[in-house]
């Protein structure tokens, strides 16, 4: 009889378990799916805003429309990066809501389970995209972004070039300086004055003709009889001569970023890119913070909507960055603060601590729930919301 028992102790535990891997499989199938969904229309969404601002450029004649899908191509790894904790916070928001919202969560309950097991459950999933985010994060689209705005402006300076026009003097949108040209016919170009400021150094160009001669890797400004002056603008050695003939060539190898090399985006050290590298390791921070977030925040009531936490988990998540973005801004300004972007992830971790214990702090919270229940404070949320949204995308 003893060993019986045993027996059924053990069926009945080994029952437990099976239950609780098939939640767990059924959890996380579908917070994918809502995840992947997710990415997928924000992708989209993005992917077609930066095409149609390109196009734009493009008809104003700041960019050959022949790059366009190769520029929007390199910043892919860029716009997955940022989308991808946005996707799975709202990915697990849009299941536990309707977990919630369906009874179905009384289901995970009966056999045991809370909240922090159900974080526990999407703890793998979560790590496949802390990895996957840290990886673009750090090795994949700082390189792809400089490449697409290497490739950007040079092929916008070849543009600027060769849409001089006569008596018109010519600002270079990439760069500080001017071209201004006395006539323009075709590649040659008579009365050149030519200004190219630099912060360490500059130079100014007088020249009777301008001839440009496009070849497959370079770009070749031709000038003839005529006068050039270095350091006129700055303490460094100042330079004047005079030449028949003097050719600038701008490289035009798309495959080549100049000065660029794997050490010097990943710099870990402070005094050169302090900024970037604390955002790039900010995102995937997010999601470790998110993951908790929002399970605790999908938990709603019967009659509430299954859709009533997307806009407080939206509000959320834009405070989130936009504090990050602030925090990226004060490092780039002062770049010998030590506090970095750490006390932002610190202020919603704490944040976090205090919605979860919510229930089990002693005050009278009376006027928080109908504050909670308004509808004017949903629109205060909205409007709060959208404010944030339009600082970010302006």
Known sequence: MFTDKINIVMHHSSQGMYKKNILSKSLNMEVLKSSCSILLIFFLLVVGSRVVGYFEQAAEGYIDPAIIMNVVALRFPDFITLLIPLSFFLGILITVSRLYAEREIYGFFSVGLSPIDLVKFLAPQAFIYFILTLTLSLYVAPYTKALSEELLSIDSFEEQIQSIQSEKILPFKYGKGFIYV????????????????????????????????????????????????????????????????????????????????????????????????????????????????????????????????????????????????????????????????????????CFLIIYILKERINFNNTYLVIARDNRYTKYLTGFILFILLLWLVA
Not at 232 to 244: A, C, L, P, V
Not at 273 to 283: E, L, R, V
Not at 301 to 307: H, I, S
């Open 182 to 349: 006395e006539d323009a016919n075709d590649d040659l170009l008579n009365g050149i004055q030519l200004l190219q400021l630099d912060d360490k150094d500059s130079f100014f160009i007088i020249a009777d003709e301008l001839v440009v001669i496009e070849n497959d890797t370079s770009l070749d400004l031709e000038f003839l009889n005529g006068s050039f002056y270095r350091g006129i603008f700055s303490d460094s050695t100042k330079f004047e001569s005079n030449f028949g003939e003097f050719k600038l060539s701008l490289d035009r190898d798309i495959n080549k970023v100049s000065g660029m090399n794997m050490t010097k985006i990943f710099d870990y050290s402070s005094n050169s890119d302090n900024a970037s590298f604390q955002w790039n390791i900010s995102i995937p921070i997010t999601i470790l913070v998110l993951v908790f977030m929002g399970v605790f925040m999908g938990s709603v009531k019967p009659r509430q909507g299954r859709f009533s936490v997307i806009l407080p988990g939206m509000l959320f998540y834009v405070m989130y960055l936009s504090l990050l973005i602030l925090g990226r801004e004060s490092i780039s300004n002062d770049t010998g603060s030590g506090i970095g972007l750490w006390w932002v992830h610190a202020l919603f971790i």
